[in-house]
């Protein structure tokens, strides 16, 4: 489950989004993020599952956003400034809530449009039953 922190924007309070309980979890959100402001998202992560976080700053200024992420504990896992894009893959080393951070508080009067997705635990296979020494026809080989 993906939590929406409204940080320093507006009243939203939390926001829940329901995601499809499978062998994976992905949430793909694209919002707008003010200047002088923060938005941050929590999720709950079960130890040993590996997760990816992927960001893009769609429109704005510089095209630019500081991103943290931080374990249960409190602990920076990934931090860094002023970025256009990024990925950062991890495997949560404890159970408990993950929070990840956007913030364009560093810009005065330009808001941004940030996109990201957020990946938790493995992406079941396309073809389970196919197997991987076989050659692929073309339209499976253009799924994959």
């Known amino acids: 489950m993906l939590l ?3 940080g320093t924007v507006g009243s939203w309070g939390w926001l829940t989004l ?3 309980a499978c062998a994976a979890r992905a949430s793909e959100i694209t ?3 003010p200047d002088n402001a ?5 999720e709950d992560i079960v130890q040993g599952t590996k997760c990816t976080l992927e960001f893009q700053v769609i429109t704005g200024g510089h095209y630019d956003v500081d991103c943290r992420l931080e374990g249960p504990d409190g602990a920076v896992l990934y931090k860094e400034m002023k ?3 990024d990925s950062f893959t991890f495997t949560a080393s404890r159970n408990g809530t993950y929070k990840f951070c956007f913030s364009n508080e560093f810009s005065t009067f330009t808001h941004k449009t940030v996109y990201f997705d957020f990946q938790v635990g493995e992406d079941p296979p396309l073809f389970p039953s196919e197997n ?3 050659a692929l026809t073309q339209v499976k080989d253009c799924c994959v």
């Open 18 to 20: 329901l995601l499809v």
């Open 31 to 33: 919002f707008e993020l």
């Open 38 to 42: 923060k938005q941050c998202f929590y």
């Open 4 to 6: 929406r922190d409204s």
């Open 132 to 134: 991987r020494a076989t």
């Open 83 to 85: 970025k256009q894009y």
